[in-house]
């Protein structure tokens, strides 16, 4: 995910976002790196996307038992829970997005995303509340 940032650099030091990674070592999951890259490339796209000036988007990577977990938070306008299934459906945005005429999507990205986590095996899944930012969950199970 390091990588990510790179990509983004400009919008990061445009809305003077910090990133905290509350990790040292790196992580290794067996996936596809092609796809993977479209998958956090998207969830980082959104959480730059819909977060304010000046806040601060938390990357967490944990070991489990069963495999690793990946958390991305963002402290931007949040996902109302009756959303949280919709959001991920092609061309689907948000009520709370859609007030917001400045901020420009096609609601794909999600959509694009849940398919190619379900391909992937990847399980994902969200915790947010309408502006109380948004946490996105990778699940990366562990190879038998
Ligand atoms: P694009 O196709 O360019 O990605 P988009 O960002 O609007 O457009 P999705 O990435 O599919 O579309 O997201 C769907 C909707 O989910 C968004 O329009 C927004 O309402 C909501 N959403 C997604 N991520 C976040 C987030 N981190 N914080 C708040 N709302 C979000
Ligand atoms: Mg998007």
């Known amino acids: ?6 990509h983004f650099d400009a919008k ?12 040292t070592d ?5 996936s596809d ?5 479209i998958i956090l490339h998207n969830l980082v796209s959104n959480a730059l996307k819909y977060s304010p000036e000046k806040s601060t988007i938390e990357v967490a990577i944990q070991p489990q038992p069963q495999g690793t977990l990946l958390c991305l938070k963002d402290q931007g306008m949040g996902i109302n829970p009756t959303e949280w ?14 007030d917001q005429p ?15 986590c379900e391909l992937l095996g990847i399980q994902i899944s969200l915790d ?9 969950f990778l699940f ?3 190879e038998n």
């Open 1 to 6: 995910i390091s990588a990510c940032w790179t």
């Open 12 to 23: 990061i030091l445009d809305k003077q976002i910090q990133i905290k990674e509350s990790y």
């Open 85 to 98: 299934a919709t959001v991920f459906q092609p061309f689907y945005r948000s009520k709370a997005a859609q």
């Open 128 to 136: 947010s509340k309408e502006g109380g930012g948004t946490s996105i």
């Open 140 to 142: 990366f199970p562990a």
């Open 33 to 37: 790196r092609y796809f993977l890259t």
């Open 26 to 30: 790196t992580f290794e999951v067996a």
């Open 102 to 116: 400045e901020i420009k999507g096609h609601g794909l990205g999600l959509s694009i995303v849940s398919r190619l």
